[in-house]
């Protein structure tokens, strides 16, 4: 079965301090992996995205790693500021044979506050 | 160069109504999807349609809900005879192609029923 599992399931940590989401999967066949940010009452917005040859990727102060052996990635956020509270969702992509359904699977989502 | 809009951002129903959500995707992408996020739970998949059609329809509930996509206008995500479980945000999201890049999210709409 498809799944995706975020750790932890949320987080309290003070600004200026780093953290690292993780997230593991059983989708397959992969074909690439996402994070999004989703602030409160919004819509999730893409933040990485990388597909299998890719180990790792940033955006700003989001790093992203992938390793497809153990189907595990990460994010990291560097400096965290109170703007990073959010819930950071992890979404895998299996590969669509003839009939491509565009379906994600969507992990529950990590939820972290930063306080000041 | 909007993203997806999505209409009304909150909508009251009272149980046994319809409830009509709109999504208008990113200008040129002709693929859409729905999703229901309950509180406190993550994001799952409803519908994916593809101008006037409906391409994967395995997350949606199999009674008072329906989806269509016609050639001219918005997505249209319709509940009939609301009940309070029915209670939840529903995202749309747009894409070019199925599944690739360029994955847009809308803002939600918020359904509460009464």
């Known amino acids: 079965k498809n799944q995706v599992e975020q750790s932890p399931q949320s987080l309290i940590i003070l600004e200026g301090k780093n953290c690292t989401l993780q997230?593991?999967?059983?989708?397959?066949?992969?074909?690439?992996l996402r994070w999004y940010k989703q602030d409160t009452g919004r819509g999730p917005v893409s933040l990485t995205i990388?597909?299998?040859?890719?180990n790792t990727k940033s955006n700003g102060r989001y790093t992203a790693t992938l390793d497809a052996d153990t189907k595990q990635s990460s994010l990291h956020i560097t400096a965290s500021q109170l703007s990073d509270s959010a819930s950071y969702i992890c979404?895998?992509?299996?590969?669509?044979?003839?009939?491509?359904?565009?379906?994600?699977?969507f992990g529950q989502g990590t939820t972290l506050q930063v306080k000041p | 160069n909007a993203g997806v809009m999505q209409n009304p951002r909150h909508l009251v129903r009272r149980r046994g109504q319809e409830a009509r959500l709109r999504c208008s995707p990113v200008?040129?992408?002709?693929?859409v999807y729905w999703y229901r996020q309950l509180p406190e739970e993550g994001l799952k998949f409803m519908v994916y349609?593809?101008?006037?059609?409906?391409?994967?329809e395995s997350g949606m509930p199999k009674e008072r809900f329906s989806a269509e996509f016609p050639k001219e206008g918005p997505s249209i995500l319709r509940i009939q005879q609301v009940v309070r479980g029915d209670s939840a945000a529903y995202f749309c999201?747009?894409?070019?192609?199925?599944?690739?890049?360029?994955?847009?999210f809308g803002s939600g709409t918020r359904l509460t029923v009464v």
């Open positions: 999201a747009s894409s070019p192609a199925g599944q690739g890049y360029g994955y847009t």
């Open positions: 979404v895998v992509s299996a590969k669509g044979g003839s009939g491509n359904t565009g379906k994600l699977i």
């Open positions: 200008k040129g992408h002709s693929h």
């Open positions: 349609l593809q101008k006037e059609n409906i391409i994967d």
């Open positions: 997230c593991n999967y059983t989708v397959s066949p992969f074909s690439n």
């Open positions: 990388m597909t299998f040859s890719e």
